[in-house]
């Protein structure tokens, strides 16, 4: 009978030997103060919960109410999790092959969410690797727990982390994956040269961002439907310091721009690339509710509005959408997500 997900076992390569005691903190045990990175989870970024962004950006106002939303976003999220799972299962098997992983390797997921890249991950390292799901949100890493328990995967460790201090020795892990969660952080420069510090010389990164807003509809429609019905505020154009980064769903959408935050981390050998994926939906009714799921903002948005106000707004949104529903009223809405990965 397998051990209970969130137990390491004993076995596993070099790097992870050195990082048993650090696991071996108690069930329930405070971690360490820690920076909040404000997004640590890969489901974040799924038309996610998107914390209010001024020109005065406050990095740390913005971490606790990312934090915020993303505890209240993990139901829907894990309600989720098969058509989620569908729809991203193209990226998650790129990552996978793009941070070369075998056993046994000890691979970080980083902004893990519900832990379905890194469950993945886990199989791939069997029988000596392990795999730490990580995510800054406690309702995702109990989600990510329960998957890992429900796959029965016995080399697995579900921690709270965050992703701009990682409480984890430097040059301990072979690999660290990360789906849609790096373009959510406060501050994603000090994510990735942490990814550095912990990887060793050689080992690997792979994460997946978002790709330009006009080449995901399915996101933009719901946003752009509210903006219109000026029921929420558009998004800032940006600030006004060079160089600076606001968090958001597209903010790493440059390739180029990816490719450089790599390198200045210390990473080498990057390879970027694009995938092209659809969002399917039976009815205009599912992709609705599923969009209340997984995104706080735009179910805040709604939540609470009369009946004719909530039509009026779901008319906007369909009216976006016409182009990809089939005669059947079926939804196939294109996306594109930017890959990438490097060597340490």
């Known amino acids: 009978m397998p051990r209970a997900a969130g137990h390491l076992q004993a076995q596993g390569g ?5 990082l048993q005691g650090i696991f071996r903190r108690r069930e329930g045990e405070a971690p360490p103060a820690r920076r909040r990175s404000g997004k640590l989870s890969q489901t974040t970024a799924m ?15 913005y971490r606790d109410q990312s934090l915020r939303q993303w505890e ?6 894990e309600r989720r999790q098969r058509q989620m799972r569908e729809f991203s299962a193209p990226v998650s098997e790129w990552l996978i092959e793009a941070a070369q992983l075998r056993s046994p390797h000890c691979v970080l997921d980083l902004a893990s969410g519900i832990g379905e890249t890194g469950c993945i991950a886990a199989a791939r390292v069997m029988p000596q690797g392990t795999v730490i799901l990580a995510d800054q949100a406690q309702a995702m890493v109990a989600a990510a727990r329960r998957r890992a328990q429900e796959l029965e995967l ?4 579900c921690r709270e982390l ?6 984890l020795p430097a040059a301990s892990l072979d690999a660290v994956i990360c789906r849609w969660g790096l373009m959510l952080m406060a501050d994603p420069d000090a994510a990735l040269k942490e990814c550095r510090r912990v990887l060793r010389s050689g080992g690997r990164i792979a994460l997946a961002v978002w790709g330009a807003p006009q080449r995901n509809p ?4 719901p946003m752009g439907a509210l903006i219109e019905l000026q029921i929420i505020s558009p998004p800032p154009r940006g600030d006004a310091r060079e160089g600076s980064h606001l968090p958001g769903m597209f903010a790493l959408a440059d390739p180029n721009a990816l490719r450089q935050r790599l390198l200045d981390a210390g990473f080498g050998e990057v390879r970027t690339e694009a995938l092209e994926l659809t969002r399917s939906h039976p009815d205009f009714e599912d992709f609705w509710e599923t969009t209340l799921d997984l995104s706080s903002e735009v179910r805040s948005a709604v939540a609470g509005r009369p009946q004719a106000e909530l039509e009026r707004i779901r008319d906007a949104v369909r009216a976006r959408l016409e182009p990809f529903i089939g005669a059947d009223g079926s939804l196939a809405i294109p996306a594109l997500a930017l890959v990438a990965c490097a060597s340490a």
């Open 14 to 18: 070099g790097g992870c030997r050195e």
């Open 47 to 61: 038309s996610g919960p998107a914390p209010e962004i001024t020109e005065s950006f406050d990095p740390d106002r």
């Open 72 to 77: 209240g976003a993990a139901p829907g999220w």
């Open 154 to 157: 016995a080399n697995v460790q």
């Open 162 to 167: 965050s992703a701009e201090s990682l409480d």
């Open 218 to 221: 399915w996101a933009g429609a």
